[in-house]
């Protein structure tokens, strides 16, 4: 039996691996909320223009909510021989409401229809991805701001570099974060016009209003272009690049919490909440929630090498390799959220072991560019002099096994002759980072005034 909703040129139905490799029922159900909400404002402003009667366009708007209650309850009984939800949906409502379902697709295809259900979806996202990120900033203030003084090693190629203020560095995940936040909303704000009548590729010769379908569905405007709007899925690409990005961010601040709650490190205990245990060695408490987030850019990264790869070279308009997109992004957006929203827990739960964060800033000869810095300011030193006599003085100490502020003023004036008592004031790491103000520095009056910063931004 051929399909009820483009079988007329048909004599036979499909075979069944034909039925198998076509439906997308199984994953675009996902959009029968859009898929909904796009033809009740579709059958309105039919309705509006005079191409429907007021009582049909009644009729189906009543229908569609009865189908979205019963999406909504469990009890929808989808079919594959139906293809997808656009089609599904149309033939329950037909079973509900009889004949008048069938005006609903006039001056619409599944084209438009698929094109703006997924943007709605992926719009959506946005906004999830927006709250998530918004949140999770907050985590890291309440960090930063607690910590804006405590002291800990900044680390290059992961050895020792600098001393660094924990606030500090809890701030430049903030900025990174903000700036995922900046391109999920830029992404939003360029995706929102509506394809929605655009019909199959061509637009349609029935006198459709597509402003208001674009009003009532959110979207800024409607798209000027009708074989742009059903051929392009950049707005999706947009969004798995930005997601890629965050991913990425993610993985490298998942990446530090695991080392950081290393019985090597102990920079940081991990609560419970956020930690598992093993079956076999009772002592451990595993970073597994890190772990996972450090892992999740290669599912986000794979949804996006493989949705690009689909619309490579595909020619205009629609061509069916399209309904390939929306499992990449359904998959990449929900661990995306996933991801973010166990960040968020995890950076709110945890807690520095300051004693030990100052400790280890304090080793590895943390300060050695201050010295440096200070033969140059006192004595006049080029510095490229003044690295030279660091290094010789940071070999004496790795010699003795003790830190720079370990050796006497003796052996260090064995070096250079000029150094004098007063060096060892910027040996210690606390005054490491107070002298450390200029803009976008690691001091704690800069990281207080960028908490304040951020606050105010994030509202
Ligand atoms: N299920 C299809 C998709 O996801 C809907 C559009 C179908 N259009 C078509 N001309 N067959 O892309």
Redesign the pocket.
């Known amino acids: 039996q051929s399909n009820a909703m483009w079988g007329g040129r048909f004599a036979a139905g499909p075979d069944a691996i034909m039925e198998a490799i076509n439906a ?1 029922i199984g994953f ?1 159900k996902r959009l029968y909320a859009q898929d909904i909400e796009g033809s009740r404002a579709h059958a309105a402003m039919l309705a509006a223009q005079g191409i429907l009667t007021d009582k049909d366009a009644h009729a189906i708007r009543e229908g569609l909510l009865t189908v979205l209650s019963e999406i909504d309850s469990g009890a929808f009984d989808f079919s594959a021989t139906l ?2 939800i ?1 089609m599904n949906v149309e033939a329950r409502l037909k079973a509900l409401i009889g004949e008048a379902a069938g005006r609903l697709h006039t001056a619409r ?3 438009d ?2 094109a703006t259900d997924f943007r709605l979806w992926v719009r959506d996202q946005c906004d999830a991805a927006d709250a998530g990120l918004v949140a999770l900033c907050r985590a890291l203030l309440a960090q930063a701001e607690a910590g804006a003084d405590w002291v800990m090693p900044g680390f290059t190629h992961l050895q020792t570099a600098q001393p660094v203020t924990w606030g500090h560095h809890m701030l430049a995940y903030v900025e990174m974060f903000s700036r995922d936040l900046g391109r999920f909303r830029d992404a939003r704000a360029r995706m929102n016009e509506c394809p929605l009548g655009a019909a199959a590729l061509a637009g349609t010769s029935f006198p459709i209003d597509r402003e208001a379908t674009a009003r009532a569905l959110g979207f800024d405007r409607p798209m000027a272009n009708s074989l742009d709007a059903v051929s392009d899925r950049d707005f999706a690409l947009e969004f798995l690049s930005a997601a890629s990005i965050c991913a990425v961010h993610l993985s490298r601040m998942a990446e530090e919490l695991v080392i950081w709650a290393s019985a090597q490190f102990r920079f940081v205990a991990l609560s419970d909440r956020f930690s598992t245990g093993s079956s076999i060695m009772p002592q451990k408490k595993n970073p597994d929630a890190a772990e996972l987030i450090r892992a999740k850019i290669g599912r986000i990264l794979g949804a996006q090498v493989a949705l690009f790869t689909v619309m490579k070279g595909l020619p205009l308009a ?1 061509s ?1 390799d ?2 390939e997109d ?1 499992e990449q992004v359904f998959d990449a957006a929900d661990h995306l959220m996933l991801a973010l929203a166990a960040m968020e827990g995890m950076v709110r739960d945890m807690t520095a072991n300051v004693p030990a964060l100052e400790a280890a800033a304090s080793s590895g000869f943390s300060t050695a560019t201050d010295l440096a810095d200070w033969l140059v300011r006192e004595l006049d030193l080029p510095f490229r002099e003044a690295h030279h006599v660091t290094g010789a003085l940071v070999a004496l100490a790795e010699a003795k096994g003790c830190d720079l502020p370990d050796l006497s003023l003796e052996e260090m004036r064995g070096v250079h002759d000029g150094i004098r008592e007063d060096v060892f004031g910027v040996l210690g790491v606390h005054n490491s980072v107070a002298s450390r103000v200029s803009y976008g520095g690691t001091a704690p009056e800069r990281v207080r005034e960028q908490v304040v910063r951020w606050k105010e931004a994030l509202g």
């Open positions: 997308s675009d293809e997808d656009h295809s599944r084209n229809q698929v629609y069916k399209m309904q929306k």
